[in-house]
Protein backbone atom coordinates (compact mmCIF):
# COMPACT_ATOMS: atom_id res chain seq x y z
CA UNK A 1 0.00 0.00 0.00
CA UNK A 2 0.97 3.68 -0.79
CA UNK A 3 1.11 6.12 1.73
CA UNK A 4 2.25 9.63 1.90
CA UNK A 5 2.88 11.34 5.13
CA UNK A 6 2.79 15.22 5.27
CA UNK A 7 4.06 16.89 8.17
CA UNK A 8 5.25 20.46 9.40
CA UNK A 9 2.19 22.56 8.85
CA UNK A 10 1.45 24.65 11.74
CA UNK A 11 0.63 28.97 12.65
CA UNK A 12 3.39 31.27 11.76
CA UNK A 13 3.05 34.95 11.55
CA UNK A 14 3.70 36.41 8.32
CA UNK A 15 7.20 36.85 7.51
CA UNK A 16 8.02 33.69 9.13
CA UNK A 17 9.03 30.02 7.60
CA UNK A 18 8.00 26.47 7.77
CA UNK A 19 9.24 23.09 6.65
CA UNK A 20 6.83 20.75 5.39
CA UNK A 21 8.01 17.38 5.18
CA UNK A 22 6.24 13.96 2.94
CA UNK A 23 6.98 10.69 3.72
CA UNK A 24 6.36 8.29 1.20
CA UNK A 25 5.94 4.49 1.40
CA UNK A 26 4.92 1.91 -0.98
CA UNK A 27 6.73 3.39 -3.61
CA UNK A 28 10.50 3.55 -4.88
CA UNK A 29 10.92 7.42 -4.32
CA UNK A 30 13.20 8.26 -7.47
CA UNK A 31 10.89 6.27 -10.10
CA UNK A 32 8.71 9.36 -9.27
CA UNK A 33 7.48 12.92 -9.38
CA UNK A 34 6.54 14.47 -6.47
CA UNK A 35 4.47 17.85 -6.43
CA UNK A 36 3.23 20.08 -3.55
CA UNK A 37 -0.27 21.37 -3.80
CA UNK A 38 -2.59 23.35 -2.05
CA UNK A 39 -5.73 24.43 -1.17
CA UNK A 40 -7.05 27.46 0.83
CA UNK A 41 -10.69 27.83 2.32
CA UNK A 42 -13.66 28.48 -0.41
CA UNK A 43 -10.92 28.03 -3.45
CA UNK A 44 -9.64 25.21 -5.97
CA UNK A 45 -6.91 23.42 -5.16
CA UNK A 46 -3.75 24.85 -7.02
CA UNK A 47 0.18 23.45 -7.74
CA UNK A 48 2.33 25.00 -5.64
CA UNK A 49 5.92 22.87 -6.91
CA UNK A 50 7.23 20.00 -8.44
CA UNK A 51 10.46 17.78 -8.68
CA UNK A 52 11.83 15.04 -10.29
CA UNK A 53 12.93 13.03 -8.25
CA UNK A 54 15.72 11.40 -10.26
CA UNK A 55 16.96 14.50 -11.54
CA UNK A 56 16.12 17.00 -9.17
CA UNK A 57 14.61 18.69 -12.21
CA UNK A 58 11.83 21.47 -9.95
CA UNK A 59 9.03 23.69 -11.23
CA UNK A 60 7.17 26.71 -8.65
CA UNK A 61 4.26 28.52 -9.27
CA UNK A 62 4.97 31.88 -9.53
CA UNK A 63 3.34 32.81 -6.14
CA UNK A 64 5.97 31.15 -4.47
CA UNK A 65 9.01 31.31 -6.54
CA UNK A 66 11.97 32.63 -4.37
CA UNK A 67 10.16 31.70 -1.86
CA UNK A 68 9.90 28.01 -1.34
CA UNK A 69 12.55 25.38 -1.72
CA UNK A 70 11.65 21.68 -2.64
CA UNK A 71 14.07 18.92 -2.08
CA UNK A 72 14.09 15.37 -1.64
CA UNK A 73 16.32 12.70 0.32
CA UNK A 74 15.68 9.43 -1.99
CA UNK A 75 17.27 7.58 0.64
CA UNK A 76 14.49 8.57 3.06
CA UNK A 77 11.48 8.32 0.49
CA UNK A 78 11.16 11.55 1.72
CA UNK A 79 11.04 15.70 -0.03
CA UNK A 80 10.55 18.54 1.74
CA UNK A 81 9.17 21.98 1.22
CA UNK A 82 10.97 25.07 2.54
CA UNK A 83 8.82 27.81 3.13
CA UNK A 84 9.70 31.25 3.73
CA UNK A 85 8.74 35.42 3.98
CA UNK A 86 5.10 33.42 4.45
CA UNK A 87 2.41 35.77 3.89
CA UNK A 88 -1.38 35.23 4.88
CA UNK A 89 -2.34 34.06 1.53
CA UNK A 90 -0.23 31.06 1.71
CA UNK A 91 -2.26 30.08 4.00
CA UNK A 92 -3.95 26.53 2.73
CA UNK A 93 -4.00 22.69 3.36
CA UNK A 94 -1.08 21.25 1.71
CA UNK A 95 -0.61 17.90 0.27
CA UNK A 96 1.96 16.12 -1.57
CA UNK A 97 1.11 13.92 -3.85
CA UNK A 98 3.40 11.03 -6.11
CA UNK A 99 3.09 10.06 -9.78
CA UNK A 100 5.36 8.25 -11.97
CA UNK A 101 5.06 10.75 -15.08
CA UNK A 102 3.68 13.90 -13.98
CA UNK A 103 2.76 16.65 -11.62
CA UNK A 104 -1.00 17.52 -11.99
CA UNK A 105 -4.02 16.80 -10.45
CA UNK A 106 -4.53 13.60 -11.56
CA UNK A 107 -1.31 12.10 -9.65
CA UNK A 108 -1.42 8.17 -8.59
CA UNK A 109 -1.42 8.86 -5.04
CA UNK A 110 -2.36 11.57 -2.62
CA UNK A 111 -1.45 12.51 1.11
CA UNK A 112 -4.17 13.84 3.66
CA UNK A 113 -2.63 16.84 3.70
CA UNK A 114 -1.14 19.67 6.82
CA UNK A 115 -2.72 23.06 7.13
CA UNK A 116 -0.61 25.76 7.54
CA UNK A 117 -2.00 28.87 8.29
CA UNK A 118 0.09 32.10 8.11
CA UNK A 119 -1.31 35.08 10.56
CA UNK A 120 -0.94 38.98 9.21
Known amino acids: EVQLVESGGGLVQAGGSLRLSCAASGITFDDYVIGWFRQAPGKERVRVSC????????FYADSVKGRFTMSSDNAKNTVTLQMNSLKAEDTAVYYCAADPLECGFTMDYWGKGTLVTVSS
Open 51 to 58: MSTSDGRT
